[in-house]
């Protein structure tokens, strides 16, 4: 069983900035895209980013759209989220998953079209 391991929150200020990491231990998702989702509390999951197998597409919510950059090294079985310019309300817990369906031509944003979720990593910005 392949699992997804999250890393990188924290508590940090508004304005400020972190990079996520998810790390595959035991497989490889190289084939399936991977998404970025956030949870917080009193709220259902919601999208937040996404990324091709192959790196060469991406997707964003509206509300992290030029804040948030997702990438992903293959080589070394791990997705990133670069965080800038964060607000309280980015506060959540954030999960990493990999898109159920294998190269797929474009990137999905619905929590449905994703399994094997990492634990998360609490993200915290103070205001």
């Known amino acids: 069983q392949v699992q997804l391991v999250e890393s990188g929150g924290g508590l940090v200020q508004a304005g400020g900035s972190l990079r996520l990491s998810c790390a595959a231990y035991g497989g490889t998702f190289s084939r399936n895209a991977m998404g970025w989702f956030r949870q917080a509390p009193g709220k259902e999951r919601e999208f937040v980013a996404a990324?091709?197998?192959?790196?060469?597409?991406?997707g964003y919510s509206d509300s992290v759209k030029g804040r948030f950059t997702i990438s992903r090294d293959n080589a070394k079985n791990t997705v990133y989220l670069q965080m800038n310019s964060l607000k309280p309300e980015d506060t959540a817990v954030y999960y990493c998953?990999?898109?159920?369906?294998?190269?797929?031509?474009?990137?999905?944003?619905?929590?449905?079209?994703?399994?094997?979720w990492g634990q998360g990593t609490q993200v915290t910005v103070s205001s």
């Open positions: 990324i091709k197998w192959s790196g060469g597409s991406t």
């Open positions: 998953a990999a898109d159920r369906r294998k190269l797929r031509p474009a990137v999905v944003a619905t929590v449905y079209e994703y399994d094997n």
